[in-house]
């Protein structure tokens, strides 16, 4: 299973998984490659670090690995990011999820005139 990996891990390198969020949610740093990509807006927030380039991976990833003030920043923002969007691990996750789709299912219908 990815669970322990990524909660074990001292860093995520990814191109665009949906991993990076996983690991923002634990606590994890992420270094995402191949930007833009769909977590272009995690970095642009500043709660993930983007690179591209080999010499850039190296830097950023030593970084996040070796420099806590860094890694200290990185991890205030991405507890900021989370607060603001929500992001949280309490188990109920997949209700919100359920819920946010009926919602939208409601305005779709009621827009469309469906009862």
């Known amino acids: 299973p990815l669970a322990p990996l990524v909660s074990a891990a001292s860093a995520i390198v990814t191109v665009n998984s949906t991993v990076a969020i996983d690991a923002l949610v634990l606590g994890i740093p992420a270094l995402v490659l ?33 420099d806590q003030e860094f890694r200290g920043q990185l991890t205030r923002n991405t507890e900021a990011f989370a607060a603001q969007h929500r992001i949280a691990t309490d188990g109920r996750a997949a209700a919100r999820s359920a819920a946010a789709v009926l919602a939208l299912a409601r305005v ?3 827009a469309s005139g469906e009862p």
């Open 34 to 66: 191949g930007l833009p990509n769909n977590l272009t807006p995690f970095v642009d927030a500043g709660a993930m670090v983007g690179a591209a380039g080999a010499a850039e991976i190296v830097a950023s990833l030593g970084r996040i690995l070796y």
């Open 108 to 110: 779709r219908s009621r």
